[in-house]
C-alpha cells in the first residue's frame, strides 16, 4: 500500500528539521575537520613507522651474532621504536636486549634494559611485573647513571597505581611513594634538559600548585621539543586547563596532543579519550564518537589493559546519549506528524521531494543501524576485557596475601634474630671477662672450669627452642595440620611442655620458604642424608601422593594474622 501524502509531507518536514540543526552545529565540526582527516590518514603515518621499523630489523637481520654490543643497540633502538607503538613488540625486544647485556655482562646494560621493560609494563598496566624488572636495581638505585630514570619510571608507576586502587589505604600509600620518586627523579636530573623541566612542572601539577605548573609548560612548549616531548605537554597543559575549569582551552591542548601523537604513530595515548570525553560533555557527539572509536582501535593494537578500561568507560556513554537522541526524534516525530495532518492539502505540492527525501532517509536508517550492530560488537569485546581484568584483579589479591604473610614472618623472625643475638652477645661478652680475668691471675684451672662449664649444645638446644616458639606463633595451628596429612598410627603427638619434634622443624623451615636439603641441614646440624631419610619417612606416612606432600602441607598451613 502506498503512503498517504500526508504522511510524505510530514516525513519531508522532519528531514528539513534535522538539516536545519546539523547546520547550526556546522561551524563547531569544521574546527576539527584538520583533525580528523589526520584520523582517516593515520594509516599513511602507520606505514611510514613500519619502514622505519623494517630498516632496524633489516640491521639486525644482517648483523653477526657475536656482534653481540652491536645486536644489543640494535635490539634497543627496536624496542624504542615499538615502545608507543606495540606493547608486545617492545616487550619482546626488550627481553633481547636484556639477555645480550647479561652475555655483554654489562652491568649498566642490565640496568638500562631492566628500566626499559618496566616502563613499558607500567604503560601496559603491568605493575606487579614493573616493579619485579626495578627490584635487582636496588642494590646501585643511587648510581647516578640511571637514578634519574630509575626513580622516574618507579614514580610513574605508582602514581599509575594510585589512580587506579579503590582502597583507601593502598592509595594513600603509593600515592606517597609516588611524589617521593618523582622529588628524587628531579633531584638527579640535570637542568636544560626537557625532562628537567618537565619533571619539575609535573610536580607541581601533583602538589596542586596548577597554576605554577601551567605558566611553567606554557614555558616549555615555546622550546623546540621532541614530536613526543611536544605532545606531552600539550596534554599536560589540557589536563591542568580542564581541572582549573577552562574547557575550551583544554580541548585545544589535547586536540594538539592527539594530532602529535597520530602523526608519530603513539597508539598508547590519554590525550585522545580525555578530548573525546570533553566533547561527548559538550554534546558534540560526532567528534566525540569519532575519536574514541580511534582510541579504542588504538588501545587494542597497542594492547595497554588500562586505556581498554579508560575507553569502555566512555563509549557506553556515548552509544547511550545516541539512543536517547533517537527516542526524542521519536516523540518529535509523533507531534509533528499531529501539525502535520492538519496541512493534507499542502502535502500534495511536495510528492516528488517528499519522494527523494524519503529515500534520504532509509539510507540514514540504514547508517545508524549498522553503527549500532558495531558498537555491540565493541561491547561485547569490552566485556571479555573486563572478564580479564577481573581475573587479574584475583591473581593480584592473592600475591598482596603472600606478601603480607612473609611481611609476618620476616618481622617475627627478625625481632627473634636481635633478641637471641643480644643474648649470645652478653654470654659471650661475660665469658670473655671472666676467662681475661682468669688468664690475667694466672688462674688456668678455672680457666678450664669456665671453658668446660661453656654447653655449646645446650645454646643449640636453645635457639632451637626459641625457633620453635617463634614459629607455633606464627602457625599455632601447624601441629594439628601436618598430622591432618598423616596416617593415624605416624602422627605426632606432643606433652604440654614439648618443643617441635626434629620432622616437624625440617617442615617448619620449609613451610618458611627454606626448601634446600643442605641450608636445613646446617641449621638444624644434621647430616644432609639424615634430612633426606626425615623427609622421605614422613612422606610415605602420609596419607596422601608423597610427591604432593610438601605442596599440600604450605597450602594446608595458615598464618597467624
Known amino acids: 500500500m502506498k503512503e498517504s501524502y500526508s504522511l510524505k509531507a510530514f516525513r519531508f518536514l522532519i528531514v528539513f528539521c534535522f538539516l536545519t540543526t546539523a547546520i547550526g552545529k556546522s561551524q563547531e565540526i569544521n574546527s576539527f575537520k584538520d583533525l580528523n582527516q589526520i584520523i582517516k590518514n593515520s594509516s599513511k603515518y602507520d606505514q611510514k613507522k613500519r619502514t622505519e621499523i623494517d630498516s632496524f630489523r633489516t640491521a639486525l637481520k644482517n648483523t653477526k651474532k657475536s656482534d653481540l654490543l652491536v645486536r644489543y643497540h640494535l635490539n634497543e633502538q627496536m624496542f624504542y621504536q615499538f615502545k608507543f607503538f606495540k606493547r608486545d613488540s617492545a616487550f619482546y625486544y626488550g627481553i633481547q636486549a636484556k639477555n645480550l647485556a647479561h652475555q655483554i655482562n654489562d652491568k649498566s646494560l642490565i640496568a638500562n634494559a631492566n628500566m626499559n621493560l618496566a616502563d613499558i609494563c607500567v604503560s601496559s598496566g603491568m605493575y606487579k611485573e614493573a616493579l619485579d624488572f626495578l627490584e635487582p636495581l636496588k642494590i646501585n638505585e643511587a648510581d647516578k647513571t640511571y637514578g634519574s630514570l630509575y626513580y622516574g619510571v618507579l614514580g610513574r608507576c605508582y602514581g599509575d597505581m594510585a589512580e587506579y586502587s579503590n582502597t583507601p589505604y593502598f592509595n594513600k600509600e603509593y600515592v606517597k611513594l609516588a611524589r617521593k620518586y618523582r622529588e628524587k627523579a628531579l633531584s638527579l636530573t640535570e637542568?636544560?634538559?626537557?625532562?628537567?623541566?618537565?619533571?619539575?612542572?609535573?610536580?607541581?601539577?601533583?602538589?596542586?600548585?596548577?597554576?605554577?605548573?601551567?605558566?611553567?609548560?606554557?614555558?616549555?612548549l615555546k622550546k623546540k621539543n621532541m614530536p613526543h616531548d611536544q605532545a606531552l605537554v600539550h596534554y599536560m597543559l589540557g589536563d591542568l586547563n580542564k581541572q582549573l575549569g577552562n574547557i575550551d582551552e583544554a580541548i585545544i591542548h589535547f586536540k594538539e596532543a592527539v594530532?602529535?601523537?597520530?602523526?608519530?604513530?603513539?597508539?598508547?595515548?590519554?590525550?585522545?579519550?580525555?578530548?573525546?570525553?570533553?566533547?561527548?560533555?559538550?554534546?558534540?557527539?560526532?567528534?566525540?564518537?569519532?575519536?574514541?572509536?580511534?582510541?579504542?582501535?588504538?588501545?587494542?593494537?597497542?594492547?595497554?589493559?588500562?586505556?581498554?578500561?579508560?575507553?569502555?568507560?566512555?563509549?557506553?556513554?556515548?552509544?547511550?546519549?545516541?539512543?536517547?537522541?533517537?527516542?526524542?526524534?521519536?516523540?518529535?516525530?509523533?507531534?509533528?506528524?499531529?501539525?502535520?495532518?492538519?496541512?493534507?492539502?499542502?502535502?500534495?505540492c511536495f510528492v516528488?521531494?517528499?519522494?527523494?527525501?524519503?529515500?534520504?532517509?532509509?539510507?540514514?536508517?540504514?547508517?545508524?543501524?549498522?553503527?549500532?550492530?558495531?558498537?555491540?560488537?565493541?561491547?561485547?569485546?569490552?566485556?571479555?576485557?573486563?572478564?580479564?581484568?577481573?581475573?587479574?584483579?584475583?591473581?593480584?589479591?592473592?600475591?598482596?596475601?603472600?606478601?603480607?604473610?612473609?611481611?609476618?614472618?620476616?618481622?617475627?623472625?627478625?625481632?627473634?634474630?636481635?633478641?637471641?643475638?643480644?643474648?649470645?652477645?652478653?654470654?659471650?661478652?661475660?665469658?670473655?671477662?671472666?676467662?681475661?680475668?682468669?688468664?690475667?691471675?694466672e688462674n688456668y684451672e678455672k680457666v678450664k672450669r669456665t671453658i668446660s662449664s661453656y654447653n655449646l649444645k645446650r645454646e643449640k638446644e636453645k635457639l632451637l627452642e626459641n625457633f620453635d616458639t617463634a614459629f607455633i606463633n606464627l602457625f599455632p595451628n601447624f601441629i594439628y595440620e601436618f598430622n591432618s596429612l598423616m596416617k593415624?598410627?605416624?602422627?605426632?603427638?606432643?606433652?604440654?611442655?614439648?618443643?617441635?619434634?626434629?620432622?616437624?622443624?625440617?617442615?617448619?623451615?620449609?613451610?618458611?620458604?627454606?626448601?634446600h636439603n643442605e641450608i636445613i641441614a646446617q641449621i638444624l646440624g644434621y647430616s644432609i642424608n639424615s634430612i633426606y631419610a626425615y623427609k622421605t619417612k614422613i612422606r610415605n606416612n602420609s596419607i596422601i601422593n608423597k610427591d604432593d606432600f610438601d605442596q599440600k602441607l604450605l597450602k594446608n598451613t595458615t598464618l597467624k594474622l
Open 191 to 220: 637542568d636544560g634538559y626537557f625532562f628537567h623541566y618537565f619533571l619539575k612542572a609535573f610536580n607541581k601539577s601533583k602538589n596542586n600548585q596548577l597554576r605554577e605548573a601551567v605558566d611553567e609548560f606554557n614555558i616549555l
Open 259 to 348: 594530532i602529535f601523537d597520530i602523526t608519530t604513530s603513539t597508539k598508547e595515548s590519554l590525550a585522545i579519550i580525555k578530548l573525546s570525553e570533553l566533547l561527548f560533555k559538550k554534546g558534540d557527539l560526532t567528534n566525540a564518537s569519532i575519536l574514541i572509536r580511534k582510541a579504542n582501535e588504538d588501545a587494542f593494537f597497542y594492547g595497554a589493559q588500562q586505556r581498554k578500561i579508560q575507553v569502555g568507560e566512555i563509549l557506553p556513554l556515548i552509544e547511550q546519549e545516541i539512543l536517547q537522541i533517537v527516542e526524542k526524534e521519536k516523540e518529535r516525530i509523533y507531534w509533528q506528524y499531529i501539525i502535520v495532518s492538519a496541512f493534507l492539502v499542502l502535502a500534495v
Open 352 to 441: 516528488i521531494i517528499i519522494y527523494i527525501q524519503f529515500r534520504k532517509l532509509n539510507k540514514a536508517k540504514k547508517i545508524i543501524a549498522d553503527a549500532h550492530q558495531n558498537l555491540e560488537s565493541i561491547n561485547k569485546q569490552l566485556r571479555n576485557v573486563n572478564e580479564k581484568i577481573k581475573s587479574r584483579n584475583i591473581e593480584i589479591k592473592q600475591v598482596n596475601k603472600q606478601l603480607l604473610e612473609a611481611n609476618k614472618i620476616k618481622e617475627e623472625y627478625l625481632g627473634l634474630f636481635f633478641t637471641q643475638y643480644d643474648g649470645i652477645f652478653e654470654k659471650f661478652n661475660s665469658f670473655m671477662m671472666i676467662m681475661k680475668k682468669s688468664i690475667d691471675e
Open 488 to 515: 593415624e598410627e605416624y602422627k605426632i603427638k606432643l606433652s604440654k611442655d614439648q618443643f617441635l619434634t626434629k620432622e616437624l622443624r625440617i617442615y617448619a623451615l620449609i613451610r618458611l620458604g627454606i626448601t
